[in-house]
């Protein structure tokens, strides 16, 4: 700080500490090295909690060195800010192809479960295209055309099965996470969303007939009626999942 107070051009102090954390991480590294650690044992991880100084200190490090790169934002927070601040910072590091290794660091709400820190990095991954962990869910955020939860509860009810089915899944259906679902709630964008889903369902919405019409693979299929929609449908997605990921399908398919 002080040859930089009397420095011709001084930078600001964000700056100098931005540098100091650089060249302590190299320099760790180096020594790491000299003393006979390989370089393909070393990952460098910086500690930083402002966005902008995390995205600058990575971009300078990555330019740098091509030591492998732990990314995360520390000290991010609690619910949504710490979610909203931690995907944005190494959203724009992992879309320039900086970092290796990822952690999203969440404060736990009172009696809150750590491993939202892991599905939150998952979903990040998956959200960009990097790694695929479970199908994909997309649903409509609802609106006037909607003329209840129905939906909203369907979708849930779907991604929460999904997710909870993933362990079994993982060893009976290959390739299963790759699936998209659509769960949408009126017929304005219902059945374009749902043709662009593996399976989708376009719920009726205000005004409209008290039928669901059920698309696969772009293809209408059936169109579901009665009080046990969702049931219905979610013995279609596994009927789905069945005839197109187990094993028998794939090997044959090869």
Known sequence: MDE?????????AAAVQREAIIQSAIGSAERAEELGLGRDRILLSTKV???????AVYQDLAARCDYALHLGLTEAGMGTKGVVASAAALGILLQQGIGDTIRISLTPEPGGDRTT???????????????????????????????????????????????????????????????????????????????????????????????????????????????DVADQFKKMVADYIEKNYSKAETVAAQ
């Open 117 to 227: 820190e892991v599905k939150v990095a998952q979903e990040l991954l998956q959200t960009m295209g990097f790694r695929q962990f479970i199908p994909v869910v997309a649903a409509c955020p609802g609106c006037g055309r909607t003329t209840s939860s129905t939906f909203q509860t369907l979708a849930k009810e779907i991604q929460d099965h999904l997710s909870a089915s993933m362990p079994e899944w993982k060893e009976r259906y290959p390739g299963v996470e790759a699936m998209s679902v659509a769960v949408m709630g009126c017929i304005v964008n219902g059945p374009g969303e749902s043709k662009h889903a593996n399976i989708g369902i376009s719920l009726p919405g205000t005004g409209e007939t008290p039928a669901a019409p059920v698309f696969v693979d772009g293809q209408k299929v059936a169109t579901l009626r009665g009080a």
């Open 49 to 55: 909690s402002d966005v902008q100084h995390l995205i």
């Open 4 to 12: 930089n107070a009397e420095s011709a051009n001084p930078v600001t």
